[in-house]
C-alpha cells in the first residue's frame, strides 16, 4: 500500500512538472538558480544514501520496540 501511495505522488509530481519544464524550455532563465534548486530538491528527495540511512533507521526502532513488548516493558 505504501508503494502505491509513493507511486501516485511521484506520478502527480512528474505531470506537475511537466508545465515547469515545458516554460523553462522556451523562456530560459538568465540565471540558472531554478534549475539548480530544482535539481537540488530531487537530488535531496531521490538520495538513495538518505533512504538507506532512513531504513536502517526505522529497521533498528522495530528491533528496539519487539524486544521491549518481549520482555513485558512498555506494556502499558
Known sequence: MEWLIAAAVFGLLMLALIPVLRTIKNNPPKGGGF????????????????????EQIDRRKDIEGSEEGESGAGLD
Open 35 to 54: 534549475a539548480m534548486a530544482l535539481f537540488m530538491i530531487f537530488a535531496s528527495v531521490l538520495d538513495p544514501a538518505k533512504a538507506a540511512a532512513v
